[in-house]
Every structure is written in C-alpha cells, then in structure tokens.
C-alpha cells in the first residue's frame, strides 16, 4: 500500500498539485482504511492504482466535493465510487495501464454486484474513460477545485452504469468466471 501512496503522491502532489493531504511523500486520506484497492506492479514497482468505495458509507464525492450533484447523493451498496485512479507519469505504457486499471475498477464492480460505478475526475480523465469503451455520461460539473500547475483544476463527477454492453466494451462477460 506504501507504494501506491507514493504513487498518488507523485500523481496528484506533484503532477497534478491538487490540494491533497501529503506527508513525506506518502497521499493518504481517512477514505482509505475502509477501500477496496487495485495497484498494477512492473518489476516490483506500482505504476498505476485506484481505490473502490461503496457509496453505502462515507466516500470522497459525498464528504469532499458535495457541491458536484445535486442532492440526494447516492447512498447505495449497488454503487460504487472509484477514486484516487493514478499511473506513472512519463511511463512509456501509460495508456496500456490505464485501461488495465480501467477495466478491473468495471470488472471489480460486476463481482461486488454493482449497477453503476461513479468518479470524481478532471475532463481529461474523462475523455481517456470514454476511449476505453465505456459508455459513460457526465453527472456533474465541471467546477474550479483548486489551481494546479497548469491552471485551474476542473472536477466532473462521471457515471458509467454496468450493464452486458459496458462490460463488452472492455472485454468482460456479463458474469464473473
């Protein structure tokens, strides 16, 4: 886990200067103790993660950023936040990881037994989701979260529902083997 936080450290502090908790090269936050986590490893080292949240207990688009959808927030165990999705910058293969990444955050939400997937992400994130086959649509935003290194930093809440379709677009059967 140490390495994945280092990672979202590099990802988030440091390439996208977003305003998060940072300490000694390690990004961690209170949503962690109580997430599922993925992490892809090339020779020891993890190049690319994200974590999983039911929306049934306190996640990041709920505690963190409210103002993107209008209430009621979901509070479902049929819903699930990815959040803290991150790959190595200037790692050669970085688009192979994400859609990697892309497609377990689908096929963990298929065996958790989830409608919909949700994340907090910035436009081009989004557009990177959108190339990997999902068939998602914007449930909010976009709105200025803080100012990065290359400017205003734009979060938009994404939705992906998880049906036979979806998960054809990226290689998955309907059910779990």
């Known amino acids: 886990m140490a390495l994945s936080w280092r990672l979202r450290h ?4 440091e390439e996208l200067c977003w305003k998060v ?4 090269g390690i990004e961690l936050d ?23 949240l039911c929306t049934e207990g306190p996640y990041l688009l709920e505690e963190v950023f409210p103002e993107l959808l209008p209430p009621p927030l979901p509070k479902s165990r049929r819903i699930w936040e990815i959040s803290r ?22 096929a963990l939400g298929r065996d958790l037994g989830a409608q919909r997937l949700l994340a907090v992400t910035d436009p081009a994130f989004e557009r990177f989701v959108r190339s990997c086959g999902l068939a998602i649509r914007r449930a909010g935003g976009p709105l200025v979260v803080g100012t990065g290194r290359r400017g205003p930093v734009k979060a938009v809440v994404i939705t992906c529902g ?6 054809a677009g990226v290689g ?4 779990a083997a």
């Open 10 to 13: 590099q990802v988030f502090h």
């Open 21 to 24: 908790r940072s300490l000694n």
């Open 30 to 52: 209170e949503f962690d103790t109580t997430a599922i986590h993925c992490a892809v490893t090339l020779s020891d080292i993890v190049v690319g993660c994200w974590r999983a």
């Open 85 to 106: 999705f991150g790959v190595m910058p200037d790692l050669d293969i970085r688009k192979d990881v994400g859609r990697l990444l892309v497609r377990e955050a689908v």
């Open 162 to 167: 998880l049906d036979p379709q979806t998960l």
């Open 172 to 175: 998955l059967e309907a059910e």
